[in-house]
C-alpha cells in the first residue's frame, strides 16, 4: 500500500466518526493540550485506532484527534503528537498533517515547548516563529515524490504566513498577551543539547530551540497549507542562564502559560 492509499484509509475512516469537514488544524506540543478542552461539540478519536496513525508514547501528549468548532470554526486538533526521537520516521511523524490536507484542511497551527535561547525568552515566554534552521538531520520529503501530495521541490523561503504573523500580533496586543517572534531551530533529540552545541544554535541566527514541529511544517508547505508556528517557551537554553532541563518541569511551565496561550489561540482562530 502506498501514502496516498494509506492517507486516504485514515481519512475515510475519520469521516465515518465526524459530520463536519475541519478547516484549521492545529498540533499541540507537549503540556498544550488543554486547548482541546475549548472545542464545542468535540469528537474524540484515539490515534490508535486510526488506520497507519503512529502512537503518542511521550508524556504529556494524550494521543487522540479532536475535531469540533472554536470561535465558530471547524477544527481538527491533534492532542498530542509524534517525535522523531521516538523512533518513527519523517513520514509516520508527519502522517496527520497529510491525513488532515485530504480531509480538507487548508490553515494548520503548530506548537511546540521549547527552550529560550535569547534572554529575553525566558520561562512563559510565547514566541511566534517566522523562521526556522532545520537541524534534525532528515527530512520528511526524502524519497520518491508523488504529485498527488506536492511538488518535487517545495519553496520553504517564505514557510510561515505573514498574514497570519500579523495577526497573532494584532490579537497579543487587543488581549495584552506579550509575544516575540523569532526563529526555531529544531534537532532530533531525545537528549537535550550540549552548552558548545546551544552557543553554535546562537552564532547561526536560532532564538529557541525544540525537537519538533519542522517536519509538519515542511508537509504541510508541501501539501499547499497556510502555516503558522508557536513556540511556548518552557526554559532558557541560554548557556549562560540554564539549569539542566527537566521534562517533568518543562510540561509544569507550559500549563501554567496555558491561559495566555489558550486566549492567543482562540483569537488567532477567529481570524484565520
Do not use: W
Not at 496527520?96 to 515566554?125: C, F, Q, W, Y
Not at 529544531?186 to 547561526?204: C, D, F, Q
Not at 519538533?212 to 511556548?232: F, Q, W
Request: proline share 6%.
Amino acid at each position: 500500500m502506498n501514502i496516498v492509499e494509506k492517507i486516504n484509509e485514515a481519512r475515510d475512516f475519520i469521516q465515518t466518526k465526524i459530520s463536519v469537514m475541519p478547516t484549521i488544524g492545529l498540533v499541540l506540543g507537549s503540556g498544550l493540550g488543554s486547548l482541546a478542552d475549548e472545542v464545542q461539540n468535540p469528537v474524540k478519536i484515539n490515534y490508535e485506532d486510526i488506520p497507519h496513525f503512529p502512537v503518542s508514547t511521550v508524556e504529556g501528549h494524550a494521543g487522540r484527534l479532536v475535531v469540533g468548532s472554536i470561535e465558530g470554526k471547524y477544527v481538527m486538533i491533534m492532542q498530542g503528537r509524534f517525535h522523531y526521537y521516538e523512533g518513527y520516521s519523517m513520514q509516520e511523524v508527519t502522517f496527520p498533517v497529510r491525513v488532515m490536507k485530504a480531509l480538507g484542511v487548508e490553515n494548520i497551527v503548530v506548537t511546540n515547548a521549547a527552550g529560550g535561547l535569547r534572554k529575553d525568552l525566558g520561562p512563559g515566554s510565547l514566541m511566534i516563529i517566522t523562521d526556522h534552521i532545520n537541524m534534525m538531520g532528515d527530512n520528511p520529503l526524502i524519497g520518491p515524490n508523488d504529485a498527488q501530495l506536492g511538488v518535487r521541490f517545495p519553496d520553504m523561503s517564505q514557510a510561515y504566513d505573514r498574514q497570519f504573523v500579523d495577526i497573532a500580533k494584532q490579537v497579543a496586543q487587543e488581549r495584552d498577551i506579550t509575544i516575540a517572534t523569532g526563529v526555531y531551530a529544531p534537532i532530533s533529540g531525545p537528549n537535550y543539547l550540549t552548552k558548545a552545541e546551544l552557543r553554535m544554535l546562537i552564532v547561526i541566527g536560532a532564538d529557541a530551540v525544540g525537537m519538533s514541529t519542522v517536519p509538519e511544517i515542511i508537509v504541510a508547505k508541501h501539501g499547499g497549507m497556510r502555516v503558522m508556528g508557536i513556540s511556548c517557551i518552557t526554559d532558557s537554553a541560554n548557556p549562560d542562564e540554564m539549569h539542566a532541563p527537566d521534562h517533568e518541569e518543562i510540561v509544569r511551565v507550559a500549563e501554567r502559560t496555558r491561559p495566555k496561550f489558550i486566549s492567543l489561540v482562540k483569537g488567532i482562530i477567529e481570524r484565520i
